[in-house]
């Protein structure tokens, strides 16, 4: 179903979101306080448009009522991101993400009423950390403060070895919740499966535990 979207802040992360969604075939209304910006997005968004977002009146000219999801993507300037969020909350808009850019300013944005809150370079950051600490760890992804999935290879230490085997559920206190072996994806993987080299195992758990598996493991 098509919707509507409006991204503020044309920056590196804003204007990546407006030109995936533009690519996706979404309408979407750019906004940015710098005409340069915003020339770069006439022929991408559906409408790019010079505006300051800490002026309520301007967004409610530009129709921002009518639009279901905002994303506000400014980022050094943390009074104007903090500002844009309260004048959208006050107009009630459906749904509005937020780049946060330290975690102090995740904390104001949680508090004032930004319904999804994003903080990409943080976040990232936790991914390549994860993923440098051995070359068999593919991917990480944070689930809550305490609580993470990762993916990994089952290389060499794994190779061989059943579920029952490696017992990483009693050994680690984390679950293999689904293998991949080449293009299938086992969603149920039963305790006697025989892991080879280079398949992927999904794992979930808690941060503690997942930190102790690839310690040992990975
Ligand atoms: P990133 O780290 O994602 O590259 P930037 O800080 O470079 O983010 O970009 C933020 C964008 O937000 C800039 O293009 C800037 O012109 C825009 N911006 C800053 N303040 C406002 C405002 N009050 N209204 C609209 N756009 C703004």
Known sequence: MKQDYAVIGLGRFGGSVCRELSMEGMDVLAIDIDE?????FKNIASYAVIADSTDEATLKELGIKNI???I???GDNIQASILTTVILTDLEIKKITVKAQSDYHEKILNKIGADQ???PERDMGKRIAHSVISNNILDYLELSDEHSIVEVKAGKKMQGKTLV???IRANYGCNVVAIKQENEINVSPSADEVLR????LIVIGADKDISRFEKHLV
């Open 36 to 40: 340069e910006k915003v020339n770069e």
């Open 68 to 70: 279901d999801h905002v």
């Open 72 to 74: 506000v993507s400014i």
């Open 117 to 119: 809150v994003v903080h």
């Open 165 to 167: 085997d490696l017992d």
């Open 197 to 200: 080299e280079d398949d992927i």
